[in-house]
C-alpha cells in the first residue's frame, strides 16, 4: 500500500520522495531517462537553468503553468496539458533542486488528483567540456482509471513530450 506524505491540502501520492536523486529509480514504476546536449558554454547553461527553473521551458510547449515563482521545494505547481475538453491540469509539489555548481533545475512530485503517481526531474547540466545537457528521469505509474485504460500509450507520450521539451529548452537558451 502506498504511504501518503502530507503537504498541506493535497498529498504526494507515491511514498520514495526525492528518488530521482538515486539510481536505481524504484521498483513498480515505469522509468524513463533522456538525456540530449542542449548547446555548449556557461551562457547556454544559464539561460537553460532560467527557463527551467522559471517554468517557461514547460511554457514554450504550450502548456499552461500556475505557480506562485520559481521553482523552489514546497513549491506548488499546476501543469495544464492537452487541447479543448482533452486538456488536464496536474498538481504537482517542487521535492528538490540541486546543491552543485554546474546543475541548474528541480523535481516535482505528483500529489492526489494527478493521473500519474511518481516523480520526474528536469536538469541542465554544464559538462567539464562546456556541452550544456538536458536531462529528465522520472518513474511514474497509473493513478486514474484513464491512465490505466491508456497503458503502453503513456510512457510514449511522456518520452515524447520530454524530446519536445528538449527541443524547446534549445532553442531558449540559444536565444539568450
Known amino acids: 500500500m502506498t504511504r501518503l506524505i502530507s503537504t498541506g491540502r493535497r498529498v504526494l501520492s507515491y511514498p ?3 528518488a530521482t536523486l538515486r539510481r536505481p ?4 514504476y515505469h522509468h524513463l531517462h533522456h538525456r540530449a546536449p542542449i548547446g555548449h558554454g556557461r551562457e547556454v547553461f544559464e539561460a537553460a537553468g532560467a527557463a527551467v527553473t522559471s517554468f517557461r521551458m514547460h511554457r514554450a510547449t504550450g ?3 500556475r505557480a506562485d515563482g520559481p521553482a523552489v521545494p514546497g513549491r506548488r505547481v499546476e501543469i495544464g496539458l492537452g487541447l479543448g475538453p482533452l486538456r488536464i491540469t496536474v498538481p504537482c509539489e ?3 533542486t540541486p546543491d552543485a555548481p554546474g546543475l541548474a533545475g528541480f ?3 505528483t500529489l492526489t488528483g494527478h493521473p500519474e503517481s511518481g516523480e520526474e526531474s528536469f536538469l ?3 559538462a567539464p ?4 545537457w538536458f536531462e529528465v528521469t522520472a518513474f511514474s505509474r497509473p493513478a486514474s482509471w484513464y491512465t490505466r485504460l ?3 500509450l503513456v510512457p510514449v507520450l511522456q518520452r515524447g513530450y520530454a524530446r519536445l521539451l528538449g527541443r524547446h529548452l534549445r532553442a531558449l537558451a540559444a536565444t539568450a
Do not use: Q
Request: aromatic fraction near 8%; charge should be negative.
Open 16 to 18: 520514495e520522495r526525492g
Open 25 to 28: 529509480l524504484p521498483d513498480g
Open 63 to 65: 502548456a499552461s503553468v
Open 94 to 96: 517542487v521535492v528538490w
Open 107 to 109: 523535481a516535482y512530485g
Open 124 to 126: 541542465v547540466e554544464l
Open 129 to 132: 567540456d562546456g556541452t550544456v
Open 150 to 152: 491508456a497503458g503502453p
